[in-house]
C-alpha cells in the first residue's frame, strides 16, 4: 500500500483546485469526474485498490474540478463547459511541468481526455476510456436526463440515492450508503446538478477523427449510467481504438468486481509503453524544451529554488522537472543525470 497522496492547490481563475500525486513513474493523470473528493476517495479500500493497481509504477494526477470536494466550494455553482475543462487540465499538466502524459478518462472524464488528445496531440502519449461516451445527450432519453437532474436539486438525499442505484449496479446496501455520504459531503445538491446539467451537455463526437494516441476503451456490458452502447461507438469512430467489453452493472470502476477492470486498463498501459521503448526514441526527443532548460541550470550546480527563480517558475514545478530528467535518464541522482545527459550530447 502506498503512502497517503499529497494534496496541492492550483489557482485556476479566481478558484483553487485542489489535486494530488502518488507514485512515481511516467505520469498517469485522471481528468475531473462530475462530483469527487480527493481525500475521502482515497480513504475507500476499493477505490484506493483500483488506483494502485492501474497506477503501479506511474505518478498519478488526480483532481477535484472547481466547486467540489477539496477544491474552492464557496462561490455560486457554474455552468461547466468542455473548453473550460480542458484548460484546466492543460493548467495543471503544465503547473506539474508534465509535456506528455498517458490519460485516463472515465464517464464525463472521458470528454476532457478525447478533447485534450484531440487538440493537443503532441502532449497525449496513450488514451484510456472507461465507461465513458462522446454525446452527452444520448446517454438517456431528455425526460430521464431531466427527472434525474430534478431530483438532485430538489432533495439533494433523494437524488443521491438515485445516482447511488445508477453508479453502483449491484453494490450491497453499506456500499450504496457510504457512496451516498461521499456525494453529499463532495458537493452541495445544486453545485451537483448544475454540473449534471453541463455534463449532459459534453459532445466531442467532432473531435473523435483528430486523435491521434493509442486508445483503448473499457466497458462494462450491462452499465446502467452510461450505456455499452456508447463506449462502443467510441471505439469504432477513434482510429485504431480497441474495444475491451466487460461484464458487470456498475458504473464506477472500482465498485463491483472492479479487478478486471483494473487489469485490463493496467494491461493496456503496459502494452502501449512497451511498444514504445522497443521503437526507441532519439537522444535530442528525450527531454522537452523546458527539461532541458533545467538541465542546463542543473549542470551548473544550481538549486532547485534557484533554478525556479531564474525561470520564473514555482519550485515544486523545478522539482518535477528535475524528477522527470532522472526518470527519464534513468539516474536516481542529479549529478548521475548530468553525465548521463552529457554522454548523450544533450549538453
Known sequence: MTRDAEIRFLRFGDQRVAYSVSGTGPPLVAPAWWISHLELDWRERAFRSFWET?????????YDGPGVG???????????????????????????????VALLGGSSGGCVAIAFAARFPERVE????????????????????????AAVRSHWGLGSRVLADLFLGDADTTERERFVRMQRAAA??????ALLESIYRFDVRAELERVRAPTHV?????????????????????????????????HLPWAGDAQPVARALRSSLAQDAGSESAAGEPAAALLSRREREVLALVAHGLSEREIAEQLVLSEHTVHRHVANIRRKLGRSSRAAAVAEAARLGLL
Open 54 to 62: 492501474v497506477g503501479a509504477g506511474r505518478s498519478l494526477v488526480r
Open 218 to 250: 473499457v466497458h462494462r456490458r450491462d452499465d446502467r449510467a452510461v450505456p455499452y452502447a456508447q463506449g462502443r461507438a467510441l471505439a469504432a469512430a477513434i482510429h485504431g481504438a480497441t474495444l475491451v467489453p466487460l461484464a458487470g452493472s456498475a
Open 126 to 149: 496513450q488514451l484510456l476510456l472507461y465507461g465513458a461516451y462522446a454525446d452527452g445527450a444520448a446517454i438517456a432519453p431528455p425526460e430521464v436526463r431531466d427527472a434525474i437532474v
Open 188 to 193: 452541495s445538491g445544486e453545485t451537483a446538478a
Open 70 to 100: 477539496m477544491s474552492d466550494r464557496d462561490a455560486p455553482p457554474r455552468e461547466r463547459t468542455l473548453e473550460s475543462d480542458v484548460a484546466l487540465l492543460a493548467a495543471l499538466l503544465d503547473e506539474l511541468g508534465l509535456e506528455r
